[in-house]
């Protein structure tokens, strides 16, 4: 299919990109995400709005305090959707397929799960360009992940890009020296590479771009500079001035003060993005969650940065006293947090599940009971009140918990192992075992190499003969 440009489109749909455009300069995200969102329902082909969504999508990520945890609960979470999407792309409906993918990617736009569904919908589509987009922003976060790298690499190549092509490959050789795969395809984009330089030169020197579509030439310039995945200092000091000039002008936009402090701490200028925070936090009336976990995210960035320092320079047991530090301070910020916003369900669990590391079994089921009534965190939940439960050798409520987890997961996915082998050792120590076998066996006939199942289904057998 044609990529569709901003003279082809029609009014409304001009007027909705120049509406999310204005807001993400503004750092409006939400009505950004949504103008844009709204601007592809009617033009589905029009990569430039794609690209201003993801782009404010990351922002909205990372300012809401979005990690791995969130990942990894955005992934349980959007299953549902993934699936249907999935069923879509089989149905031979890929453009369908992607606009479900949205609706999960706007949770966790950086989410590698969701994007090889959507690579896979937007190549069935004909629509490179889309999977190119968002692998661009997933490799921001995941810069050596070797399937990002591999299938960004054959993307560009299949679209004409070869320089892009030849970094991506240059990178996973690094990282594979002895994948002949990625050798060979290195050697390609070599290859082609070489033949195609002065093209890409002229080509850089003829145009402008998506430029020749916004109507400011440095509003454009900004929003490319903060897209960029790798920031040159010039690039940052730019940026940093021009969120500067946006505070003065607008001191109450909390959305800039945000945006400086996530420049400040992608270059490791800590003190200065938790000021920064802190003055936004200020702002705000003293009182939000977000701004919270922000500050908290960058003070563990911090952390890190140190550790490996400490590392790099052979100082391991400076390290590991820093370690020490990080860990404290994290379970007393959980704590504090959990003190100050009572109705907050999402520091509730993560509180719940330091609590259940460090073996403060009752407390820990307290957080998790009230951290269920969120709907994102029910399943978790559930799950790790059953282990407490187990635990304390519980077991018939560790089986009743456990059993109310598995039935609101649809998929024998590595989620539902988990859940479903806690609950065939709690039926098994609770000396119910043929239950246990059939809990066992259901995931032994999906996955025979998972845990011990091979061993427990086969002692049952032997039991029964």
């Known amino acids: 299919m044609a990529e569709v440009t901003l003279d082809q489109m029609p009014q409304k749909a001009k007027d909705l990109f120049n ?64 699936v249907t999407a999935q069923a879509l792309l089989n149905a031979g409906k890929p453009m369908q397929a992607i606009a479900a993918l949205e609706k999960v990617l706007r949770k966790d736009p950086l989410n ?25 922003m997933v490799l921001e976060t995941h810069p050596h992940d070797a399937f990002v790298l591999n299938a960004l690499g054959h993307l560009y190549q299949k679209t004409d890009q070869p320089r892009q092509a030849l970094e991506c490959f240059e990178t996973l050789c690094e ?11 290195l050697k390609d984009a070599s290859a082609i590479n070489s033949m195609t330089k002065d093209g890409w030169a002229e080509a850089a020197a003829s145009g402008k771009g998506y430029r020749a579509l916004i109507r400011n030439e440095k509003e454009a310039q900004i929003l490319e500079q903060e897209n960029k995945a790798v920031k040159g200092r010039s690039d940052i000091e730019m940026l940093i001035a021009e969120n500067k000039t946006r505070i003065q002008r607008e001191p109450g936009n909390i959305n800039y003060r945000r945006a400086l402090a996530q420049l400040y701490a992608d270059n490791q200028m800590f003190e200065e993005s938790i000021r920064t925070l802190q003055d936004a936090l200020a702002v705000s009336g003293g009182r939000d969650p977000q701004l919270d ?53 999402q520091v509730k669990y993560e509180f719940g599940l330091m609590l259940y590391q460090q073996g403060k079994i009752n407390e820990a089921i307290q957080q998790f009971q009230s951290a269920q009534r969120n709907a994102q965190r029910r399943v978790s939940c559930l799950y790790y009140i059953g282990l407490c439960f187990k635990a304390k050798k519980q077991y018939d409520m ?46 032994y006939q999906i996955d025979i190499g998972y845990r011990d199942v091979t061993a427990k289904v086969e002692r049952g057998y032997s039991k029964a003969g």
């Open 19 to 82: 509406r999310g455009f204005t807001a993400l300069e503004r750092g409006n995200l939400d009505y950004a995400v949504d103008m844009f969102t709204a601007c592809l329902q009617l033009e589905p082909l029009f990569h430039q709005a794609r690209r201003y969504l993801r782009a404010a999508e990351v922002k909205q990520f990372k300012g809401r305090g979005g990690n791995a945890l969130t990942q990894l609960v955005t992934t349980l979470t959007g299953l549902p959707t993934v």
């Open 112 to 136: 590698l799960s969701y994007a090889k569904v959507l690579i896979k919908a937007a190549e069935a589509a004909g629509e490179q360009e889309i999977a190119i987009q968002t692998l661009v």
């Open 175 to 185: 990282l594979k020296p002895n994948d002949s795969a990625a050798r060979k395809a």
């Open 293 to 345: 976990q922000s500050i908290t995210n960058v003070r563990l960035q911090a952390f890190e940065h140190e550790i490996k320092r400490l590392r790099d320079s052979g100082m391991a047991a400076a390290a590991q006293v820093k370690e020490q530090e990080r860990d404290q301070f994290l379970f007393n910020d959980v704590q504090d947090r959990v003190s100050r916003y009572p109705n907050d369900l």
């Open 398 to 443: 560790a089986i009743d918990q456990l059993q109310r987890a598995v039935a609101e997961l649809p998929v024998m996915d590595d989620q539902k192992k988990a859940v479903v082998y806690e609950l065939a050792q709690a039926l098994e120590s609770s000396g119910r075992m043929p239950e246990a076998v059939d809990h066992y066996k259901q995931i």
